[in-house]
């Protein structure tokens, strides 16, 4: 199968179950897990901060991150379209009580800074208190641009709002920037970051931040059931990712670059963007149950939609690209 549906689906390599195997463990919750213990600190001097926290996922690291900036009858400031709003099940108001102010993503995925300026409340009893401005990066396979990430975090720093960036794939911007890891999270107080996309890991994500931030994340990633104890198991497929995957992500980027170029060949089509790891499509709304199925039987997975989102992950080959596009190209030539 070339399954073009997300990176999520990537399988652990052989050297990834290796280490896996092989990673010294103990009890992380009693803090005993030097392969954990080894990841935290790795992830944190790499992203420039004094403190990292191991989780089962990026939903949780990005709840546990936002609990640990605000309290109750706080607010972010968060974009429509941000994962933590828009695809974390409301976590943020449903068990942190965390009053989500989402704001229009502009087409390059970021948040204007006079609609920040204008959502943040002033203070009185009236309003929610605006404490935090949440970005993502890459966002919709889009790389920020480096002078907003600068510009708007010296904005919220300047409004006293703290600054959280969910970057479940801080790599691929990485890799398309050449940018180092620290560069990136300058800006922000925590960074969550995932190695379950195109790190190629199973499960776990970090977050990275102050000492004192971290510490209180820990508590809420008891609390959220996220405290695991031979963890290190895990914790030795990202340190194993960051050695050995972190390079290749520039093949998948190549990879979704000939895939819009192959499909931007189909009249029937139109690539409405392409970076990083991810092309999205516009597919006819009628087209799309039967090239679905016409794609299945050719062994090529899709999340089928008019707006087609696909990605280019580690187990996706240059050959398995130009069988895609033939595939596609195959359902138009017969229709
Ligand atoms: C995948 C993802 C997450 C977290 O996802 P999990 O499946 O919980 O690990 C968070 N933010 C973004 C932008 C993501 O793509």
Same mark, same amino acid.
């Given at each position: 199968?070339?399954? %073009?549906?997300?990176?999520?689906?990537?399988?652990? &390599?052989?050297?990834?179950?290796?280490?896996?195997?092989?990673?010294?463990?103990?009890?992380?919750?009693?803090?005993?897990?030097?392969?954990?213990?080894?990841?935290?600190?790795?992830?944190?001097?790499?992203?420039?901060?004094?403190?990292?926290?191991?989780?089962?996922?990026?939903?949780?690291?990005?709840?546990?991150?936002?609990?640990?900036?605000?309290?109750?009858?706080?607010?972010?400031?968060?974009?429509?379209?941000?994962?933590?709003?828009?695809?974390?099940?409301?976590?943020?108001?449903?068990?942190? !009580?965390?009053?989500?102010?989402?704001?229009?993503?502009?087409?390059?995925?970021?948040?204007? %800074?006079?609609?920040?300026?204008?959502?943040?409340?002033?203070?009185? &009893?009236?309003?929610?208190?605006?404490?935090?401005?949440?970005?993502?990066? &890459?966002?919709?396979?889009?790389?920020?641009?480096?002078?907003?990430?600068?510009?708007?975090?010296?904005?919220?720093?300047?409004?006293?709002?703290?600054?959280?960036?969910?970057?479940?794939?801080?790599?691929?911007?990485?890799?398309? !920037?050449?940018?180092?890891?620290?560069? %990136?999270?300058?800006?922000?107080?925590?960074? !969550?970051?995932?190695?379950?996309?195109?790190?190629?890991?199973?499960?776990?994500?970090? %977050?990275?931040?102050? @000492?004192?931030?971290?510490?209180?994340?820990?508590?809420?990633?008891?609390?959220?059931?996220?405290?695991?104890?031979?963890?290190?198991? =895990?914790?030795?497929?990202?340190?194993?990712?960051?050695?050995?995957?972190?390079?290749?992500?520039?093949?998948?980027?190549?990879?979704?670059?000939? =895939?819009?170029?192959?499909?931007?060949?189909?009249?029937?089509? @139109?690539?409405?963007?392409?970076?990083?790891?991810?092309?999205?499509?516009?597919?006819?709304?009628?087209?799309?149950?039967?090239?679905?199925?016409?794609?299945?039987?050719?062994?090529?997975?899709?999340?089928?939609?008019?707006?087609?989102?696909?990605?280019?992950?580690?187990?996706?080959?240059?050959?398995?690209?130009?069988?895609?596009?033939?595939?596609?190209?195959?359902?138009?030539?017969?229709?």
């Amino acid at each position: 199968m070339i399954d %073009l549906r997300s990176d999520t689906v990537t399988q652990p &390599t052989a050297g990834m179950r290796k280490a896996m195997m092989e990673a010294p463990v103990g009890d992380d919750v009693f803090g005993d897990d030097p392969t954990v213990n080894r990841l935290q600190a790795i992830a944190a001097e790499r992203a420039g901060k004094e403190a990292g926290l191991f989780l089962p996922t990026g939903t949780q690291s990005n709840l546990a991150g936002l609990m640990a900036h605000c309290e109750r009858g706080d607010e972010y400031i968060v974009g429509q379209n941000a994962h933590t709003y828009k695809y974390e099940g409301g976590g943020a108001a449903v068990l942190g !009580s965390i009053q989500p102010q989402p704001l229009a993503n502009a087409a390059d995925g970021t948040i204007p %800074l006079d609609l920040i300026a204008a959502a943040i409340k002033p203070d009185d &009893t009236h309003f929610a208190r605006t404490r935090l401005l949440a970005l993502e990066n &890459t966002i919709g396979g889009k790389v920020l641009p480096a002078r907003y990430v600068a510009d708007a975090t010296v904005f919220a720093k300047s409004k006293g709002l703290g600054t959280h960036l969910d970057g479940a794939r801080i790599w691929n911007v990485m890799a398309a !920037s050449n940018a180092p890891l620290a560069g %990136l999270c300058a800006g922000f107080d925590s960074v !969550s970051m995932c190695f379950s996309k195109g790190m190629g890991a199973p499960a776990g994500s970090v %977050l990275v931040g102050p @000492k004192a931030l971290i510490k209180r994340a820990a508590r809420w990633r008891k609390m959220l059931g996220g405290g695991m104890r031979q963890a290190g198991v =895990l914790a030795a497929a990202c340190l194993y990712a960051l050695d050995n995957h972190l390079a290749r992500l520039r093949t998948d980027h190549e990879n979704a670059a000939k =895939l819009a170029a192959g499909l931007g060949e189909i009249p029937a089509l @139109k690539i409405t963007s392409q970076s990083t790891n991810m092309a999205f499509v516009a597919v006819p709304e009628s087209d799309c149950a039967p090239l679905a199925a016409h794609l299945k039987e050719r062994n090529v997975l899709t999340l089928m939609s008019p707006h087609l989102r696909l990605v280019t992950h580690g187990d996706v080959t240059g050959a398995d690209i130009a069988a895609a596009v033939d595939a596609f190209k195959a359902f138009y030539v017969r229709k």
